[in-house]
């Protein structure tokens, strides 16, 4: 059993920057591969970026890709995702997720079906 609990959420101004954080309990952490998931209001949730189990691949959607980065501790048990020039259109709440596969956060459909979800962190970008 892995909880996830997300931190680092909150106001701020576009253009600036944000750093979340997803503490995980367990003893299993580095067995799983990480992603960052966001929902905005009235939209679908989506992904945002992936990481392998040891740190040595990450993957991002083209919306963040450049602006955001995504790092793991597995020392520390946690995850986390630094966000710069951030938009209003990143508005969101932010989730952390487990999954025992790395490539399964690519395939359309499996979001039902990842290991682990955290509840959630609220991310608001103003103009």
Not at 12 to 18: D, I, K, P, T
Request: proline share 2%.
């Amino acid at each position: 059993q892995v909880q996830l609990i997300e931190s680092g959420g909150g106001l701020v101004q576009a253009g600036g920057s944000l750093r979340l954080s997803c503490a995980a309990s367990g003893r299993t952490f580095s067995t799983y591969a990480m992603a960052w998931f966001r929902q905005a209001p009235g939209k679908e949730r989506e992904f945002v970026a992936a990481i392998t189990t040891s740190g040595g691949n990450t993957a991002y959607a083209d919306s963040v890709k450049g602006r955001f980065t995504i790092s793991r501790d597995n020392a520390k048990n946690m995850v986390y995702l630094q966000m710069n020039s951030l938009k209003p259109e990143d508005t969101a709440v932010y989730y952390c997720v487990a999954d025992h596969n790395y490539y399964r956060y690519f395939l359309p459909g499996l979001q039902s079906k990842y290991d682990y979800w955290g509840q959630g962190t609220q991310v608001t970008v103003s103009s």
